[in-house]
Every structure is written in structure tokens, then in C-alpha cells.
């Protein structure tokens, strides 16, 4: 069974500054999706970046971008110029397509905790 | 946004009694999921669907069921609430050609 692991629970930065998290899964397969969500306090899950497996380059989106390692099983994401916005639980999840039965599962982290500090 | 509500967004509710949540699209995607989050677990999967009347069990269905009667509705439905369903509920809808979740803004159930 896949499994996904945020081995950071809270993580703090201050503004304007750089900041990774990390995420790394375990599976067997070799055709998969990963994601990163965002829930800032509002508790909206927000999508904030997703890679495919089979895809080399690392997905980018502003300030935002991942650092995807296949063979390591690692995607961390990585914010750039940290925004007091950006402070949020970030979750990452997996997500293996089964075109034969027409099921995606979703396999979620249990989230990592950021703070911006001013 | 992706047009999702969820309906109640509170509820408190005693132990025993039945409680529906209930999922609304207005995006017409094929697969709907119904997850509960708790501190420490992150969003587990309790059911999800893929199609009208295709539903199938997550990792922690036990206490719930699901329905799912027309494209833009999917029911959750616990039939004898327990304190430890007390939690906050999402909805999600996807659709195959992109695979990427949207999430309704969640439902926090308490159960007393």
C-alpha cells in the first residue's frame, strides 16, 4: 500500500526568506501524480502545485516549485520570498490512476504546519 | 472556484442519532470523495465515487455510508453517530483528465 510522509510537523520562516518542505511516499508503481494542498486558517484546501511521475522537470508555479526525485521517492516544495500569506498547514498527496477500474484514490500526508514570520 | 458546497457547514449532534452530510457540484465531475481530517492524521478517505450509483469504500468507512443518486449530489451519512466522528469533513470532486482534487470548505461535525 502507498503511504505518504510529512516528517515535519511545524515549520516557521520569516518573511521574504526561503523555505522547504518535505514529502516522501512509497509505492510501486511507476505511473502516479503528486500534489501539494494548501489549508490556510480559512480550512479551504487549496491546490497549490502537482508533479507527474513521468514528467523529469520539476513543476513550477511562482514562487513556488518542487524538487522531485523519483528514484528517492522525495518532492519537497519549496516557497520563495515567504509572504505572510503563505502561513498554512501544506499537505502532500498521491495519487495512483486506475484507468481499469476508473478509481483515483487520493493518498494525503499528515500535513506540515507553516509559519511567516513578519 | 470550482462550484462545490457542502451543506450544513456545523452541525452538533448527540450520540446515537443519525446525521447526513451532504456534497453539491455544479461542475459535473465524474468522481466525488468524502475525506474527515483530525490533528495528527492529516485527510483520510472515507468513500468516494465514480460514477452515478459506483461508490466504494476508503481507508476509514467503517460507521459511514454513502450515496450517490445523480452526477452533482453525493450523501454521507453516518447511521448511529459516535464521539469519534466528531471531526471536520471535506468533500472533493475530480475529473480523470486532470486528476487534480477541489475541495469543498468543509463541514465540522460534533458529536456529544
Known amino acids: 500500500a502507498q503511504t505518504v510522509t510529512q516528517s515535519q510537523p511545524e515549520m516557521s520562516v520569516q518573511e521574504a526568506e526561503t523555505v522547504t518542505l518535505s514529502c516522501t511516499y512509497d509505492t510501486s508503481e511507476n505511473n502516479y501524480y503528486l500534489f501539494w494542498y494548501k489549508q490556510p486558517p480559512s480550512r479551504q484546501m487549496i491546490l497549490v502545485i502537482r508533479q507527474e511521475a513521468y514528467k523529469q522537470q520539476n513543476a513550477t508555479e511562482n514562487r513556488f516549485s518542487v524538487n522531485f526525485q523519483k528514484a528517492a521517492k522525495s518532492f519537497s516544495l519549496k516557497i520563495s520570498d515567504s509572504q505572510l500569506g503563505d502561513t498554512a498547514m501544506y499537505f502532500c498527496?498521491?495519487?495512483?490512476?486506475?484507468?481499469?477500474?476508473?478509481?483515483?484514490?487520493?493518498?494525503f500526508g499528515t500535513g506540515t504546519r507553516l509559519k511567516v514570520l513578519a | 472556484d470550482a462550484g462545490i458546497t457542502q451543506s450544513p457547514r456545523h452541525k452538533v449532534t448527540e450520540t446515537g442519532t443519525p446525521v447526513t452530510l451532504r456534497c453539491h457540484q455544479t461542475e459535473n465531475h465524474r468522481y466525488m470523495y468524502w475525506y474527515r481530517q483530525d490533528p495528527g492524521h492529516g485527510l483520510r478517505l472515507i468513500h468516494y465515487s465514480y460514477g452515478v450509483k459506483d461508490t466504494d469504500k476508503g481507508e476509514v468507512s467503517d460507521g459511514y455510508s454513502v450515496s450517490r443518486s445523480k452526477t452533482e449530489d453525493f450523501l454521507l451519512t453516518l447511521e448511529s453517530a459516535t464521539s469519534s466522528q466528531t471531526s471536520v469533513y471535506f468533500c472533493?470532486?475530480?475529473?480523470?483528465?486532470?486528476?487534480?482534487?477541489?475541495f469543498g470548505p468543509g463541514t465540522r461535525l460534533t458529536v456529544t
Open positions: 472533493a470532486i475530480s475529473e480523470s483528465n486532470s486528476y487534480e482534487q477541489y
Open positions: 498527496a498521491f495519487m495512483k490512476p486506475n484507468p481499469t477500474s476508473g478509481t483515483y484514490k487520493y493518498i
